[in-house]
């Protein structure tokens, strides 16, 4: 019974995923992302494992979904072989739309930054890595992952990430009840579920922990299983759902995703803007755009960071740049505005609850003695340029890949 472990570049779980596989007698096969797509036709399974694929440049797990072997990944899926998505690997499964499943794979969800918030502070938005308990949801699906557990077991296991917040919208939410699929939820040692840190440690939609696809073959987690004995369950149900003969269908969740019209940035007034750009390499963008290029699209990419701050006061605005909370003078450089009439298709992404500028003027106010913070919304400016395609049918075709933006986490305006 073989196991694939599908790592791609900066992923570092696998040892331990490995050790898991084998105390459910199943034999792990290290398999890279490069490596021939057609190997995999002889694996009985797959994990996806955790770390930080391609540093999570863009966003956690977008390059690597986008990435040739995520397509034969599906195919294998549709043969009803179970697809475990852990940490990082759950992020690829739902920017790849595998989970939670709907018609040709759409992206229905994000798994965003973290929100870490007790008495009206924001304690982090970032990484954040701690001992949780889970549980099987009152309405759990019975598939690949939970055949070997039972609806009082608690487990305790490690976190580690910084975007595993799961928000989807309540259309979608409804059908997932339904259908059982938002397999665990973060709970207290005694089972209960609570919305408030640390017993929600990342601020995920109703404790979501994993969610799983319709047939059950297909499921993402965030906590990491693999790295403790209460978590053998997992990988011994599957190891059993494998024995059964892959018995359940695949097919897709009824939702249809419905997302508004691009609209322009429009800088309100008493509104200023801040745009900073590295004065090095800039790797997301690099990475970002080698992902385009590997999907045939002749480009180059720039990024840079969009500050909007609500106040026009001089003084203000000055003691705000030079705190250097919002950007690093030794690195970063504030762009000037060109007054060009060939600008590149640029694309202005926001995050919906814009976490790190809340916590930005947050730190401001409790750290540098600024009395009246303005609201501060941060936001990335990515520009791309192509001498194969106007802009219009370029800025098209790259909000199709998602490479820039998760509608469900973000807003994106032409800029």
Not at 10 to 16: D, I, K, L, M, Q
Not at 177 to 188: A, E, I, L, P
Not at 393 to 399: D, I
Request: proline residues 5%.
């Amino acid at each position: 019974m073989r196991i694939a472990i599908i790592q791609f570049p900066g992923s570092n779980c696998e040892r331990e995923t490995i050790l898991a596989v084998k105390r459910a007698q199943m034999e792990p096969v290290p398999f890279l992302w490069n490596e021939p797509r057609e190997n995999l036709h002889q694996m009985d399974g797959f994990i996806i494992v955790g770390g930080f694929s391609y540093e999570d440049r863009s966003r956690s797990g977008i390059i690597a979904a986008l990435d040739p072997i995520m397509q034969e990944i599906k195919q294998q899926s549709e043969q009803g072989k179970p697809i475990l998505g852990i940490c990082n690997g759950a992020q690829i499964l739902v920017e790849s739309g595998l989970v939670p499943g709907l018609e040709n794979n759409k992206l229905a969800m994000a798994l965003t930054e973290n929100k870490r918030i007790a008495q009206g502070k924001i304690l982090g938005t970032g990484y954040y890595n701690a001992w949780v308990h889970l549980r099987l949801s009152d309405h759990y699906q019975r598939n690949a992952f939970t055949r070997h557990l039972t609806s009082p077991d608690i487990l305790c296991v490690p976190i580690a990430h910084a975007e595993g917040r799961f928000i989807m919208p309540d259309g979608l939410w409804q059908e997932l009840q339904m259908q059982g699929q938002h397999v665990f939820q973060y709970c207290d040692v005694e089972g209960k579920i609570h919305d408030y840190f640390p017993v929600n440690p990342n601020g995920s939609f109703q404790n979501i922990a994993a969610v799983s696809n319709k047939a059950g073959n297909v499921m993402a987690i965030m906590p990491h299983p693999e790295r403790t004995t209460q978590g053998d369950p997992l990988f011994t149900s599957m190891r059993d759902y494998i024995l059964s003969g892959y018995h359940e269908e695949t097919a897709p969740l009824h939702y249809y995703p419905r997302h508004p019209k691009l609209s322009p940035y429009k800088k309100a007034k008493g509104v200023s803007t801040i745009v900073v750009e590295l004065m090095i390499t800039d790797n997301q963008a690099v990475t970002v755009q080698n992902a385009l290029q590997q999907l045939g699209f002749v480009v180059t990419v720039k990024r840079k960071t969009h500050w909007e701050i609500h106040t026009t006061d001089k003084i203000l605005l000055e003691k705000i740049k030079q705190s250097g909370v919002l950007y690093n003078e030794k690195k970063e450089c504030v762009d000037a505005v060109s007054s060009s009439n060939n600008k590149p298709c640029s694309l202005l992404v926001r995050a919906k609850e814009n976490m790190l500028g809340l916590q930005k003027a947050q730190i401001l106010q409790d750290h540098f003695s600024i009395k009246t913070v303005p609201l501060i919304q941060q936001g990335v400016l990515w520009q791309f340029e192509s001498d194969t395609l106007d802009h219009e049918a370029l800025m098209q075709q790259v909000l199709k890949t998602h490479i820039v933006h998760n509608p469900y986490a973000h807003d994106c305006y032409r800029y």
